[in-house]
C-alpha cells in the first residue's frame, strides 16, 4: 500500500477529464467502428471470463466505457464506475445510442465507493480492464471493495498489464530501467494522450503507484476471494515500446 493525497487524486481526475473527448474522438478508440459492431475486448478474456449472459458484471475504472459495452453486448446486465464525470457522460451517451440504456448503468464515483454507490453484494461479476491498477494508490482497498461488490459465488475478473512493464525502458523495454519493487508515488509531466500524443492539453502531470504481481495477488487473496488462475500472456493492445511488432490487433516482441 502506498499513500496518496487528495490533491495527486484530484490532479488525476483532472487530467483525465480533459483526456475524455480526445480519446473519444481519436482513432484509437475508434468509436465508430465500435458502433458498426467491432468488438473492444481481448479474445482470451472472452475465453477465460467465458458466457456471461444474464449476469450482472460491473466495471470498475471504465472511461468511456467500450469494454463495460461489450459485456453488454454479450448478455450481462452492466455498471460502469469510474471517476470523470466526463468519463461516464460519454458512457451513458453512447450506451443509449446503441440501445443499450436498460442494460447499461455509469455513475462517477471513487473506486473506493463503488460498493456505497452500486450496492453490497450486487454484482455476478467485478471487472478491471487494462491499465488501471496504476492509478490506486492502495491495491489491498481495491481488493475489498471488490469483495463487497461480489454476491456469494461471483468472479473477480482482471485483466492487466503485467507490472514489468513499468520497469523496462520507455523505448525499446529491453532494459530494467527501474525499481520493480519501488512503490511510492510516482508523478511525471504529460502532455496528449495515448490516444492522440499531438492532442493540445493543459492538465499534463499524473501521478501513478506501481504494484507488483505478488502484490496484487495477495490483496486479493486477503479480500477472501479463492484465486484460480494466473493467466501470463505475450501480447498487448498497443505498441507499448518501439521494439514490439504488429501480431495481428496486438503487439508483441519479435
Same mark, same amino acid.
Given at each position: 500500500m502506498s499513500a496518496s493525497t487528495p490533491d495527486q487524486v484530484e490532479t488525476n481526475r483532472q487530467h483525465w477529464d480533459e483526456r475524455v473527448p480526445i480519446n473519444a474522438a481519436s482513432s484509437f478508440y475508434d468509436l465508430d467502428g465500435f458502433r458498426a459492431g467491432d468488438e473492444d475486448i481481448d479474445r482470451f478474456q472472452l475465453d477465460e471470463l467465458g458466457d456471461v449472459t444474464g449476469l +450482472?458484471? !460491473?466495471?470498475?475504472?471504465c472511461h468511456i466505457g467500450l469494454d463495460t459495452l461489450s459485456w453488454a453486448r454479450r448478455g450481462a446486465r452492466v455498471a460502469g464506475v469510474d471517476f470523470s464525470a466526463p468519463a461516464t457522460e460519454t458512457a451513458t451517451g453512447l450506451a443509449v445510442e446503441l440501445g443499450l440504456g436498460q442494460r447499461a448503468r455509469f455513475v462517477a464515483a471513487d473506486v473506493y465507493d463503488a460498493a456505497d454507490a452500486l450496492g453490497m453484494n450486487a454484482f455476478d461479476v467485478v471487472y478491471?480492464?487494462?491499465? @488501471? =491498477?496504476?492509478? $490506486?494508490? #492502495?491495491?489491498e482497498r481495491w481488493a475489498r471493495t471488490a469483495a463487497d461488490l461480489l454476491r456469494p459465488g461471483g468472479?473477480?475478473? $482482471?485483466?492487466e498489464f503485467h507490472p514489468l512493464t513499468d520497469v523496462l525502458d520507455d523505448e525499446r523495454g529491453t532494459t530494467a530501467a527501474r525499481d520493480y519493487f /519501488? *512503490?511510492?508515488? *510516482?508523478?511525471y509531466d504529460s502532455p496528449g494522450s495515448y490516444a492522440d500524443w499531438d492532442a493540445a492539453t493543459t492538465h499534463n502531470t499524473a501521478t501513478e503507484w506501481h504494484h507488483t504481481l505478488g502484490d496484487v495477488i495477495s490483496a486479493v487473496a486477503g479480500a477472501g476471494l479463492r484465486i484460480e488462475f494466473v493467466h501470463e500472456h505475450d501480447t498487448i493492445p498497443?505498441?507499448?515500446? /518501439? /521494439? =514490439? !511488432? /504488429? #501480431? +495481428? @490487433? *496486438?503487439? *508483441?516482441?519479435?
Open positions: +450482472d458484471l !460491473v466495471h470498475l475504472q478491471t480492464g487494462n491499465g @488501471a =491498477l496504476m492509478w $490506486l494508490p #492502495d491495491i468472479r473477480l475478473y $482482471l485483466a /519501488a *512503490r511510492g508515488a *510516482r508523478t498497443f505498441q507499448r515500446y /518501439a /521494439a =514490439l !511488432v /504488429a #501480431d +495481428d @490487433a *496486438r503487439f *508483441r516482441y519479435p
